[in-house]
């Protein structure tokens, strides 16, 4: 089992990492925005379901063959931006859709888990990242080094997804409170939509590989 000096050296730095908006975060406020704070939320879990198995990847070794592939990468990357592309015009073309609650039947919470899901599976940089970053912190003599990845990236997402439902949360919370003028509903959704495209071009365009 890892050193609990390590673990916590591990937590900490995870906090600061995820302290700091970044693709994950962005696309979370994205939904928050545009669809209120149970999508948003719903869109972290899907989001951090779709992460296990990068985590699973990495932790068995397969990550750091599909992290060391440059198609496999490039691949995985235009799909994921293509589908945040998708999402965020659906949110553009359906932003002055603000008939009441009561009339309207909400998204369903397997359908926001799904977009979630797909998004965090096709982020190529989360295996980047717990390629990189897991290793630093595992202890060979404290035993398994697959079991140790398994708890660290575990450890990670739980983290994430607590801070991510935080952003969520503030994100629609900021929705509700501008839902008394269908205007600002709209410009809302909106933004959230364009924060999404936005995101989608930005994945696109990096480099294959940091």
């Known amino acids: 089992m890892i050193p609990l000096d390590s673990l916590v050296a591990f937590a900490v730095a995870s906090i600061v990492i995820i302290a700091i908006p970044g693709p994950s975060v962005l696309f979370v406020i994205g939904r928050s925005l545009s669809l ?18 990068a985590v699973l990847a990495v932790a068995f070794g397969v990550g750091a063959i599909v ?51 797909i998004v965090g599976l096709t982020n190529p940089k989360t295996i980047a990242f717990f390629v990189a970053v897991l290793p630093q912190f595992v202890v060979p003599a404290a035993g398994p080094v ?7 990236g575990l450890t990670f997402q739980t983290l994430a997804l607590v801070c991510d ?9 900021a929705r509700a409170w501008f839902a ?6 709209s410009t809302l959704s909106g933004t959230g939509g ?12 990096t480099g294959a590989k940091s």
């Open 67 to 117: 992290a060391s592939s440059v198609v496999a990468f490039t691949l995985i990357k235009i799909v994921g931006a293509a589908y945040l592309v998708w999402l965020g015009v659906q949110a553009i073309r359906h932003r002055h859709d603000h008939v009441p609650d009561a009339d309207r039947a909400p998204a369903s919470a397997a359908k926001l888990l799904r977009q979630g899901f």
């Open 165 to 173: 439902s935080v952003w969520a949360l503030a994100a629609g919370t």
């Open 36 to 53: 209120g704070r149970r999508a948003g939320v719903l869109s972290v879990v899907g989001n951090a379901l779709g992460t296990v198995p």
């Open 194 to 205: 364009v924060m999404m495209i936005g995101l989608g071009g930005t994945l696109a365009l």
């Open 146 to 152: 697959w079991a140790q990845l398994l708890l660290l």
């Open 180 to 185: 008394h003028s269908p205007r600002r509903m």
